[in-house]
Each structure stands twice: as C-alpha cells, then as structure tokens.
C-alpha cells in the first residue's frame, strides 16, 4: 500500500494583481496526516491548494512535496473538486479511470465498491445525484493510490444528510489507504470531524492551529468535539480584526481534557516559524 | 395512432389535390405534370440506369467535397481553438475569407478548373469548411476549463487531454457545424450543377429543360430534396451515435431508465 507524502509550504507568498492571497504562509504536514484548512471566503484556502497541485505557482517561497521542491504538477497528488468535474460523455467507471494510467476493470470495480456504486458503472454521470456524482469523483481521485489527496470544499454544495455521509466515507477511504489529505472546508464541523489538526487561515497566513485528537470515528455530540467547534468558529468569525495583534508568542499551550472523549490541544496564535 | 397521422394529413391532402387537379386539366402539365407523371419518368429513368448514373455521381461529388472541405475546416478549427498562438496567426485570415460568398466564385472557379469535376469538389469543400471551422474552433473554446484543469491534475498529457476531453467535449457543437455543412453541400452542389455540368442531377434537370420535360425537372428537384433529408438523417444519427450521454439525446431513452 502506498503511504502518504509529508508536504511543505515556505514562506508562500501569491498575490493576483494587487490583492494579496498568500502573505508569507508556512505549514507542514506528517506522511498520512489529515490537514484541514478553515477560514473566511477568500482567504487563500483554494490558492494553497492549487499550489500543492502544481497547478498555480508561488510568486516567493516554495512548495516541498516528500522533501523534494514541487516546479511542475505534483504526479503524486489527486484533486477533488466542490463541482465534481466528472466527464460527462464517459461512464462512470470510464471517470473512475480516467487518472490510472492502465485502466484496469478490477481497480475500477473496487473503488466504485468501496463508494457504494459499483452498479452504476455504465451509467452516464447526468443520471446521478450530487452526492452520488461526489462518491465517484472521490473514487476517482483515490483509484490511482495518491500520496496526497487535496480536497477542496468537495462537500459544498451537497445537503446536510448527504455531506454527513460523505464524512464518514472520506474518512474511512483516507484510513484505508494512508494518503496524506488536506482539506478546505468552511464548514467548522465538518473540519473537527476529520482533522488531525485544523488549520486556521487568515489574511493569507496560517494564523492558528488546533490539533483534535478525538477517537474516529467522531460523533459531534462529544462535548469536546462541539466546545473545539464553538472555539474554532468564534476565531474564524473574528480573526479579521484580531490577526495583527495576536503575537506569535508563548510556547506553552492549553489542553483541555474533558473525561474519556480524548483531548484537544490549542495552540494559541502559533505560527510556523 | 390517430396521433402518428396527424402531421401526414396536410401533405398528403396536397399531393391528392394536386394529382386531381392534374388529372382534370385544372393544372397543366408544362407548369406541373401530376406526381404520377413524375414517379413515372423516375421509373423510366431508373430502368435506363440514368437514373442511378447521375446520382452517383452527385452524391461522389457531394462527398468528396465535404470530406476535403469538413476536414480542412475541422483540423483548421482544433487548432485555432486549442492554441492562442494558432488563432492570432489563422483565425481573422478565415473569419475574412468567410465573408465572400464562396458561389461568387463560381466564374473564376470555372476560368480556373473548367467545368470537371474538380471545379464542383472546390466549391463544395470550400462552402463546407467554413461551418464546421466555426463551430469546432468554437466547441472546442467552450469546453469548460474545470474539466481540462481536472485532467491535467489527474495526469493526462496533451494527448489524453485532446481525447478524453477538448475532442468529446466540442462534439456537440461540431456535430451542429456538420448539420448546418450538410446544408450548404447540397445548395453549392445544386447551383454548380445547375451552372455548368455534363452530369450529375443538376445536368439532368437543365437537360429535360431543354426538351421541355417538366416530370424530369420535378423529379431533379425531389431527388435533391430526398438527398438533403437523407444527409440530414445521418447528421441525426450520428448525434444519436456519438451523443448518448448528451442531455438533449437522453430524452429518447425509455422513460423507466431515467
């Protein structure tokens, strides 16, 4: 089984025109670490993203992908898009194929079995619903054994039901095969659901994190899981103001422990440097 | 049933009405001969093999034309469609072109080739191209950049991405540029033919003008209309072969798989 990638941004700076995006931004993740990356709409999240993917370019700074510094499209990397791009003139197991370089039928099959639609194979992708057409773009991208799995906003637009599915499903796939997944959602819930560690993003740099260190898999009504959510939201919903004037400071962190449910460690305004 | 009738009704009641009129000598046969006057002289036209001789040899025209022309137009629209540096250097040479009417050359096109063969596969090739340059460049502009974003992050390389991708995905505007083609092949085929030939069913048709055989006239003119419907029933098809996952085309399917 493949194993996840550690990846790396330094000192990231992307600006588009005279809007900054990225201002001097660093954050690492572990081989198979879950990455979750919150904050305000037009923050930077999907622009860090796609920088991973080698699909944009850092203006300064540089992306590390397994150590190595990333100049074209990371090979190593799989993308699952909020509007699920599938093709839709191929069938879905076609769309499953798409990123192996042999398409095989029992690959194909297999992933479509572990997203619950290995009857669908030969249908068209206009004859499923949105979160049926996610199942298959998250085969997709996991079919060719990705070390890194970049997942922007997938669940946006699916209901509330459907997203929570799809949680689970996300989850228990990344378990599966020990890729390493960076997450943009704007949905805190959703983040403290899935994250190793919750990675606040703010006026282009990483500005907080938070490391969740609950059993999978999560159930929200764990009082830590909803009191790390209060505290995650509060911090997305001020940061605007408050950024410039936390400083990167103390060394020391607060844990809370609340019974059995596991802990949750703060790291208050901790930036990578 | 009743139903399936009902659009057959009002033609059906013309062509009695017209055969009757005919018949009473209400219409006279050097303006219109009746329809059976007409399926007759295709009957002794078909028994002679004339009949067959100078279709063919408008429908080899009509596809050499348009083969020649709709390739030109399709490889010509690919590229300016998929590279900017193509469209700078091509694309306002055509859009220019374009705006001369291509039967406004047949003058020159006859001082040029004569009136063989080839002079009628130019004009053809080049009414064709046009079309179906227009709409594959466009097709191909339009596909949507996710998709072609999604690819290369999925690992396609510039041929893969042509194929899985920018080709399927202006399909269904090339295939709009093949029907409007088909259009266009018939109408230069037709005023060509009827210009300057020594065959084909244009010649036909000026041919029985000159011994006054309006059934023959008539029957040129059905045959070009049974061709153009015949052209556009493949066009048809060919959507139906090409785009079974289309939207449009999925309303044909039975209604329980949906």
New interface residues.
């Given amino acids: 089984m493949t194993r996840g990638v550690a990846i790396e941004a330094i000192g990231v700076h992307r600006r588009f025109g005279a809007h900054i995006v990225l201002n001097d931004l660093h954050l690492a993740a572990e081989p198979g670490q879950f990455v979750v990356i919150v904050g305000r709409s037009g923050g930077g999240k999907s622009t860090l993203l796609r920088l991973f ?1 080698g ?1 944009d370019q850092a203006d300064q700074g540089a992306i590390k992908i397994g150590g190595d510094e990333l100049t074209g ?1 990371c ?1 190593s ?3 699952m ?1 909020q ?1 699920g ?1 599938l ?4 069938r879905v197991g076609e769309n499953v194929g ?2 192996l ?1 042999n398409p095989d039928y029992e690959r194909i099959r297999e992933m479509l079995n572990h997203v619950g639609l290995a009857d669908r194979i030969d249908d ?4 499923l619903s949105g979160g049926q057409k996610q199942r298959v773009a998250l085969a ?1 991208a996991l079919a ?1 054994h990705p070390r890194l799995l970049l997942l922007d906003e997938p669940l946006g637009s699916l209901d509330a039901l459907t997203r929570l599915d799809m949680q689970r499903l996300i989850e228990s796939l990344w378990l599966r095969s020990g890729t390493t997944a960076v997450l943009v959602t704007h949905d805190v819930d959703e983040a403290v659901a899935l994250a190793d560690r919750v990675i606040l993003l703010n006026q282009g740099t990483a500005d907080r994190e938070w490391t969740v260190n609950l059993p999978r898999p999560r159930d929200p009504a764990n009082p830590v899981f909803s009191a790390l959510t209060q505290t995650i939201l509060s911090h997305v919903m001020e940061e605007t103001q408050v950024a410039d004037q936390v400083e990167p400071s103390s060394p020391d962190h607060d844990s809370i422990r609340f019974g059995s449910g596991g802990s949750v460690t703060v790291f208050p305004g901790r930036r990578y440097r | 049933m009743k139903q399936r009738f009902l659009p057959w009704l009002v033609p059906l009641s013309l062509l009695c009405l017209w055969q009757v009129s005919g018949n009473l000598g209400w219409l006279s046969t050097r303006v219109l001969p009746t329809p059976s006057a007409v399926l007759r002289a295709g009957y002794q036209l078909a028994m002679s093999g004339e009949l067959a001789h100078h279709i063919g040899i408008s429908s080899r025209r009509a596809a050499i034309g348009f083969a020649i022309g709709g390739l030109l137009g399709l490889l010509l629209g690919i590229l300016t469609g998929s590279s900017r540096i193509a469209e700078r250097l091509i694309d306002s040479t055509v859009q220019m072109l374009r705006t001369v009417p291509h039967l406004a050359l047949i003058p020159l096109v006859i001082l040029w080739l004569g009136v063989g063969e080839s002079a009628k596969v130019f004009l053809v090739a080049l009414g064709v191209m046009f079309p179906i340059y227009l709409n594959t460049h466009h097709g191909v502009r339009t596909v ?1 950049p ?2 072609i ?8 390389q510039r041929w893969g991405l042509f194929r ?2 920018l080709l ?2 202006a ?1 269904p505007s090339i295939l709009v540029g093949v029907r409007y083609a088909l259009g266009v092949m018939w109408l230069t085929l037709i005023v060509s033919e009827t210009i300057a030939a020594t065959s084909g069913i244009g010649y036909l048709a000026m041919n029985a003008r000159e011994f006054m055989r309006t059934d023959v006239v008539v029957l040129s003119i059905l045959l070009y209309a049974l061709l153009g419907k015949l052209a556009d029933g493949i066009a048809r098809w060919l959507e139906r072969l090409l ?5 449009a085309h ?1 309303a044909a399917l039975p209604v329980e798989s ?1």
Avoid at chain 1, 87 to 90: A, F, T, V
Avoid at chain 2, 243 to 247: A, D, G, I, N
């Fill in positions: 993917a699909l499209l090979s990397a799989r993308m898009f509007d791009r093709l839709p003139w191929l798409i990123g370089a068209w992708p206009a004859k997709r060719a | 949507d996710g998709l974003e999604m690819g290369r992050v999925y690992g396609l899985k991708i399927p995905g399909l785009l079974p996952w289309h939207p999925a949906i």
